[in-house]
């Protein structure tokens, strides 16, 4: 297996984590009480319990670094998610930052920034 980081991201209701990234293609591989693990083709997303977490006051954040960002930020449009401002959950479609990355964000329900990055291709 070759070297790869899982980001740990609160959560405030497992189910609800659960039926928030099954709409953006995430499957269920590990759950109990204590711990939720959601995986989508080569992306994993781990979760703890974090009842009391305001969403509005989070800080938890990681980078999802994908092939096709184009493709993961329709695939949240058509799933509901809303192109605003604020609030959770929303989504900010990718724009080619100062850095020359292409960058979309998206907020999850319990107010995770997710930073969508789209890969380099080779060549």
């Known amino acids: 297996m070759a070297d790869h980081a899982t980001p740990n991201l609160p959560s405030r209701d497992f189910a609800g ?12 591989s590990w759950h109990d009480e204590h711990w939720l693990i959601l995986e989508r083709g080569g992306l994993c997303l781990e979760f703890f319990p974090h009842p009391d977490l305001d969403p509005a006051q989070s800080w938890f954040s990681c ?17 509901g998610i809303p192109e605003i401002d604020n609030g959770c959950p929303r989504i900010h479609p990718p724009t080619v930052e100062h850095s020359g990355m292409t960058v979309g ?6 107010g995770t920034l997710l930073r969508l990055v789209q890969n ?3 060549g």
């Open 17 to 28: 984590t659960i039926a928030f990234y099954n709409r953006l293609g995430f499957e269920t």
């Open 63 to 79: 980078c999802l670094r994908l092939d096709d960002l184009d493709a993961f930020h329709a695939a949240c449009v058509q799933s």
């Open 105 to 110: 964000y998206l907020v999850d329900g319990d």
């Open 120 to 122: 380099k291709c080779d």
